[in-house]
Each structure stands twice: as structure tokens, then as C-alpha cells.
């Protein structure tokens, strides 16, 4: 996870790292130092797009459906 960037932000703090496709191989086999900085910067908010729906993401659980404790 990484500090979320302008676009992101009206929505939640943190986003996950997002890498541009010339990044992927150092992504998966470069150093820890190499993931420390992916996950330190924020990605650029004009490459995104954010379109909000009136459609929930989860579904929330009935009374039903919560687990009982015995």
C-alpha cells in the first residue's frame, strides 16, 4: 500500500502501489530497496480515473448471515 494520491484521496488515505508496465519486471525481481521505493511514491493522479456508482462493492450481511457465537 502507498499514500493515496489527489484523485484517490476524497475516497480513502492509502491505494495500492500501482506500477506502469516498464516497471513490472523490476517489481517482481528487483531488491527490496527497489520495492521500498514503488511503495513510497504516489502515482501520478492524471493517469487515473476514478467513476463512482450507486452500486455497493460488498454486500452487507443480514442478521442472518453473521456468525453466532457459542
Excluded: C
Amino acid at each position: 500500500m502507498t499514500n493515496a494520491n489527489e484523485a484517490i484521496e476524497p475516497v480513502h488515505n492509502r491505494m495500492p502501489v500501482l506500477l506502469h508496465k516498464d516497471e513490472y519486471e523490476q517489481w517482481l525481481h528487483g531488491s527490496f530497496d527497489d520495492a521500498r521505493a514503488f511503495e513510497e511514491r504516489t502515482f501520478p493522479p492524471e493517469l487515473l480515473a476514478m467513476d463512482r456508482t450507486t452500486e455497493l462493492w460488498s454486500k452487507k450481511k443480514t442478521v442472518a448471515e453473521k456468525p453466532l457465537l457459542l
